[in-house]
DNA sequence: CAACAGTTTAGAATAAATATAATGTATTAT
DNA sequence: ATAATACATTATATTTATTCTAAACTGTTG
């Protein structure tokens, strides 16, 4: 299996040995057709539902981490009880539906290069993401 | 004195009365030279500091809430292990230095408008944020 | 001054995230 | 292969931010 040997390779690089635990977190975060956004939370149900395999909270957590670190992760910037993670690691923005507590990719070309004048000495960007809040649009009442 | 008005106003308007805690809390938020960032736990180091009074936690949590309902704070988005406040409810935007754990607002005129060219259907757009993580820039080392 | 509505508070409850320490598994050198 | 070693996994405990709760308090009104 090609993407078995994927996995085994993130893992490496990721500093972490190929084990049954992590290369199952693997499957599920990136054997998906298409991204998606997850807390731990989701993810552990996630795991307990395909899963042939018992893969405790602690070992989400550090392979979640570790990817991260990496770039195979992304966390997502927001202010929630828990936080969000992305396994589209592309350059991309998000929506945050308040009303339903939804996150939406807005796919870079949506979206006008972000063009910061200002300047940190001595400091570079390592990233830049726009959030934008959406709530209903009841225009036509009032 | 002219600011205690301001402050029993924007009590009143956030649908709380104005008492001695309360307006306690927004003599340090609102009585600044400068608008700032904080975390609860740095608003309840600085009120027991200046204070002659108590306030407990919970009030000021209810409090900052009912400011951040009202929009007389703004939260910032940002996953960390604690919600990041900040006085200056103005459009505009942050660095978050990583290594410092720092936050450093952007001027609205320091970051071309944001264009966004996908709308979601039956939703308007309430805020749109920009986080630009930054790193120090060791471009001398390889 | 008694009754009432709304406040404050300390401490308890909750929940996410991290640390710990015992047990289990894989790898290495022999 | 096998013993020795290094790394993993797990359940559990801990930590920490936040929210809840219930009792005590304050101030206003009849």
Redesign the interface.
Known sequence: MAHSDQYIDKLRKSGLRPTKQRIKICEVLFDAEKTFHFTIKELVKIIENQANIKVSLATVYNTVHAFIRKGYLK??????SQ??FDTNVTHH?H????EENKL?D??Q????E?????I?P????????????????N?SQK
């Open positions: 966390e997502i910037p927001l202010n929630a936080s969000y923005h929506f945050f539906d308040e939406i807005i796919h070309d949506d979206v006008d972000v063009n910061i004048k200002r940190i001595g400091k570079k960007i390592r990233s830049v993401e726009v959030i934008a809040k959406i709530v209903s649009d225009q």
